[in-house]
């Protein structure tokens, strides 16, 4: 974007049934820091210059179907996180409140929900 100058944010919103909730488990699981925390609203930051995920309240929040299913709420976007050891990286998720989907459609990925039911993947590349 043309109109950004150095420091200005950026970042992806998310919405979620409690936002707070979420934010401490992405912080926790990627070693950021909530950057900013009111009612209805909690952010995470890589840095103070980001990125940022900005997690929003949602009433009535219905959480995504994985795989998808016809007439059920669809995933719209889901992170990819690269780790070095996909075993540890998928304990060390479930410990932190993550639960691992049943459909797995790759052998060096795996898709979990975080606690608020959104997928996201643990992706080894062995290249």
């Known amino acids: 974007m043309r109109s950004r100058t150095g420091g200005m944010w950026w970042g992806t919103t998310i919405e979620a049934p409690d936002p707070s909730g979420v934010a401490r488990f992405y912080a926790e699981l990627l070693d950021w820091h909530i950057g900013h925390e009111e009612p209805g609203t909690a952010i995470v930051a890589a840095s103070p210059q980001g990125p940022f995920f900005v997690f929003q309240q949602a009433d009535g929040y219905r ?11 669809r995933p719209m976007m889901h992170f990819d996180f690269q780790v070095g050891d996909l075993d540890s990286a998928v304990a060390e998720a479930v410990a932190l409140g993550a639960a691992i ?15 608020a039911g959104h997928p996201f993947c643990l992706c080894r590349d062995d290249q």
Not at 63 to 73: I, T
Not at 101 to 115: G, K, M, T, Y
């Open 63 to 73: 959480p995504p179907v994985w795989p998808p299913a016809d007439g059920d709420q």
């Open 101 to 115: 989907a049943e459909f797995q459609p790759q052998e060096n990925v795996r898709v979990l929900f975080d606690p």
